[in-house]
Structures are given as C-alpha cells and as structure tokens.
C-alpha cells in the first residue's frame, strides 16, 4: 500500500515536472514574440559609428584669406544728384547722363565685366532750371598703388521733343582721396563745331556739336593731351555729385589719413 502511494506521488511529481516544463516552453515562445514586436515596430538601433558621427560633426574649414586682407581697398558710395546750367535747351528738353568709374592698371576693379558704367533716368528742368537725377553710384576697388587714381566720367545728353538723342557736353573728376562725406561739382565742356556753320547748325537747328578727336575715356583721362589741346570747347553746365569715400588696410600702404 505505501509503495503504490509513493508510485503515486512520484506520478504526481511527473506530472508537475512536466507542466513546468509546458510552463517554461510557453514563457519562452512569449518571449520570442515579444522579441519579434520589437524587431516589427521599433526601429533598429544605429550603429556606434554613425551614433559618434551624429554626436561630434566634421568641423568646417575656414576660407583662405582674400585679397582685401593685403592690399589697398577703396570703396566709393554716392549719387548724381543734380544739373544746372545747361546753355540752349529748351523746356521740352530732357537730361541724362551716362557715367563710367575707371582707375589707372594697378587698380583690380570689382564689377561686372562691363566695369563701373551706368546712366541715369531722363529728368526734365524745374522752376529753377535744375535737373534732378538722384541716381546711385557705388565704385569699389582694389590696389597696391596710388597711382592711376579713380576718376569719375560724365557725358551729358539731350532727349529732345521729337525723340532725337545727342550730345551736351563731357566732364570728368577725380573721386575723393580722404574719407569721410565729400561734395562735388563736376564742370562740363563742349566741343564746338568744325566750321561757323556748323557751329550755327547746332545753335539753331538742335544738331550734335564738335565730335570728340578720340575715344571719350582717353580724351577725359588726360591720356592723349594732343588731341586734347587741338579740340575747342565752351564751357557747359555743371553736375553736382556727393560721395562717401572709405578706406582699407590704408596704413599697410603707408597713407596716413586725416581723422
């Protein structure tokens, strides 16, 4: 009798042995499909590599210095603000001026290719007989010289009630060599014609004056003083200009500049 109940209790062992083991096999078919949630909805965890590229980024490199870090600069900010003056035009008679800022072969300018050239818009006389243009110049330059320094070059036009476009009168300035705000006058010319009746084809009819005897930036820079000493002229009307000058690295060149 106590050996049929033992045999029962270690029946009864077996069989909690095996429910354990069912147990045990269920927790981890639970486990596998918790691991397979994980897999399914989580994202996968990013490699040590790229963690540490995410947390520290390359370091960008610095530009090499330019050439405005050694050299002259020079900037020049302004306007062409009126004209006054203007002998022979009548009130139907509009003003405009075209303009070009040029410097001497050591100058590097920064512009388009073209280079600093512009025109302002057709302004027509006041009560007071002045031309209003108000149009912005803006020249910058480079250099390591002061030789050649920038000037400021003006031709002065006519758009008459018919539509006819010609020629007033010339003028050129050297831009302003201290910093600071400077107020301009720029005194123009005109050539006068060939012959007297010319001359009074001009005067009387509205024609075109004398021709320039070389290329306008030559003659107004001064560079063919022959040609220029063989041209008569009269005396025109005057443009009233305003420009800002500011200077860079102007003591590595040696300028000492008033204050």
Same mark, same amino acid.
């Given at each position: 009798?106590?050996?049929?109940?033992?045999? !029962? !209790?270690?029946?009864?062992?077996?069989l909690l042995a095996d429910s354990h083991a069912m147990s045990s096999g269920s927790g981890g078919l639970l486990a596998g499909s918790a691991e397979s949630l994980s897999h399914a909805g989580a994202p996968a965890a990013a490699p040590p590599s790229a963690a540490l590229s995410l947390a520290a980024p390359a370091a960008t490199k610095v530009p090499p210095a330019g050439p405005g870090d050694?050299? !002259?600069?020079?900037?020049f900010v302004g306007e062409l603000e009126w004209g006054e003056q203007f002998p022979g035009l009548s009130e139907d008679d509009g003003l405009f001026v075209d303009y070009e800022g040029l410097a001497g072969e050591d100058w590097l300018p920064i512009a388009k290719p073209e280079g600093f050239v512009g025109q302002t818009q057709t302004a027509y006389a006041d009560a007071d007989g002045v031309y209003v243009f108000n149009h912005p110049i803006d020249f910058h330059f480079f250099s390591t010289s002061i030789a050649g320094w920038p000037q400021l070059h003006l031709q002065v036009l006519k758009l008459d009630e018919t539509g006819r476009v010609v020629a007033v009168s010339f003028g050129s300035m050297t831009l302003p060599c201290t910093p600071g705000h400077s107020e301009l006058v720029c005194r123009t010319w005109t050539p006068k014609a060939g012959s007297c009746l010319d001359e009074a084809h001009a005067a009387y009819m509205g024609g075109p004056p004398g021709a320039l005897l070389a290329a306008r930036a030559e003659v107004l820079a001064a560079k063919l003083p022959e040609a220029r000493t063989q041209m008569v002229t009269r005396t025109s009307g005057k443009v009233h200009v305003t420009v800002d000058t500011i200077f860079r690295n102007a003591k590595t060149h040696g300028l000492h500049l008033p204050r």
């Open positions: 009798m106590a050996s049929s109940s033992g045999g !029962l !209790l270690a029946g009864s062992g077996g050694r050299v !002259l600069e020079l900037h």
